[in-house]
């Protein structure tokens, strides 16, 4: 499989057999959204940085907390709140797991509440970690380490963060990146197995 960072929180995934799925498509942010033709598109909430379906040419939209097979890829929605207010500030965010190939991808959308026992029930566990650091309106870099410290996924990727042009209020990566020093750097990550030991961290920068 291969994974592509597209911008703020949204990755295009694309599987073998042709089936590629867009996450959270963001609307006028600041940078562009790249037009696509996939499978599917994933929404973690309708917030209008994550759900951009317009952007996306797909036969299915999954919005909703559920259980869906689309194209061989197994994928499980799972509500998350907003915020640590248990949704009070900001209301609930989808949490997606893609399985395919061996392998499984945990999306964590705007998560915002704090890692408990309780959230990692529901959530772990999981190969690969899409992970929000920006904070402001999602888990901050020391947060995001908490979590990735309880799945210990073998790759996690940060999503969410400033870049040049973004116009969302968040953090830029280098609070988050400086927990990692050995973070790697790539525009597209190609897995071929399921990938295997401590907690590697790619940093993946968008194509201009």
Do not use: W
Request: contains cysteine.
């Amino acid at each position: 499989m291969k994974i592509q960072y597209l911008g703020h929180s949204s990755f295009l995934l694309s599987f073998e057999g042709g089936t590629r799925i867009v996450t959270d498509p963001f609307g006028d942010v600041g940078i562009p959204m790249p037009k696509l033709d996939a499978t599917a598109v994933t929404v973690s909430h309708a917030h209008y940085d994550h759900c951009n379906v317009g952007a996306v040419h797909a036969s299915a939209v999954l919005a909703e907390e559920g259980k869906f097979d689309i194209g061989g890829v197994h994928i499980t929605s799972t509500v998350c709140f907003h915020d640590d207010a248990g949704g009070r500030k900001r209301g609930r965010s989808l949490a997606f797991r893609f399985e395919a190939e061996n392998i499984s991808l945990l999306h964590l959308g705007d998560i915002g509440e704090p890692c408990t026992p309780e959230v990692l029930r529901r959530l772990a566990p999981a190969d690969v970690v899409f992970v929000p650091v920006g904070g402001n309106y999602t888990i901050d870099a020391h947060e995001a380490k908490r979590y990735l410290d309880a799945l210990r996924p073998a790759v996690a990727i940060p999503m969410h963060y400033k870049v040049s042009g973004l116009t969302v209020d968040i953090s830029e990566p280098e609070e988050f990146l400086s927990l990692f020093p050995r973070a790697e750097r790539t525009d597209v990550l190609t897995l071929t197995e399921k990938p295997l030991g401590d907690t590697k961290i790619v940093f993946m920068e968008r194509r201009s």
